[in-house]
């Protein structure tokens, strides 16, 4: 088997030399990673484009520039790049907002903004992950699915619990924490759709647009409680405050 080298994002085979008789040559870690990388972004854009029933390993192959039983040296199944393409994405993102989350150097309404902008972030600069993610649940193994599934819990469990937290420490107002993690996540999936990186559209303005778009939906207003509020603007507020202790009271029971 010849040497593999990447040129450009593309990966050549050399002529196979025979003679030796000894098994591949091992490549170099960082050669081997770079190769890896290619053949999962090339492999997640088929996902993209023709689903995960309608690609095979062969499309695959292709696409990176390989034989077939030399990508066996890689990868031995599509699972295993489903597998890859979980722990890229649903998986790295809730270790990355978890770690946000645990740092006692931000206050809640900073970690939200870190928060968010990592998740614009990572949606504008790798949507065929998520795309692909998207299209292809209902055709998962179960395992993965399962493993999917499970990091997408951790990624609403992280941000219902900045919020919590900025409920407590007086920062947001009175809401439903998990509807709103939803609604904020959906803000950020929808990137991966809608948005085309380009010199003169880069991603971080985006992501702190909705970073931002994101803390006005929850800031606390000190101008909500007016010094002579109408009865009945105080029977609303106090009603916010009441059926806010209400859902902590039922999530304690």
Known sequence: ???????GGRVTEDAERGGSGRGPRKQAAPRRKLLMSEILEQAMRLFAERGYEGTTLQDVADAVGLSRPNLYNYVRSKEELLVAMVEATSQE???????VRERVDLD?????????????????????????????EQSLPVEIAERHLE????????????????????LFRPLDS??????????????????????????????EQIAANALAMVAQVDERRPSAPTPLGAVALLQQDLDYLARLLREED
């Open 1 to 7: 088997m010849g040497a593999i080298a990447v040129y």
């Open 93 to 99: 993102a809730a270790d990355t907002l978890r770690a």
């Open 108 to 136: 809640p309404a900073e970690k939200l903004r870190t928060l968010v902008r990592t998740l614009v972030l990572q949606r504008a600069e790798h949507p065929a992950q998520f795309r692909t993610l998207d299209r292809s």
């Open 151 to 170: 990091s997408r819990r951790a990624v609403l469990r992280e941000i219902t619990a900045v919020l919590d937290e900025g409920v407590t420490a007086g």
């Open 178 to 207: 998990r509807v709103t993690a939803l609604s904020i996540i959906g803000m950020c999936n929808w990137v991966a759709w809608w948005f085309h990186p380009a010199p003169a559209h880069p991603a971080d303005p985006v992501a």
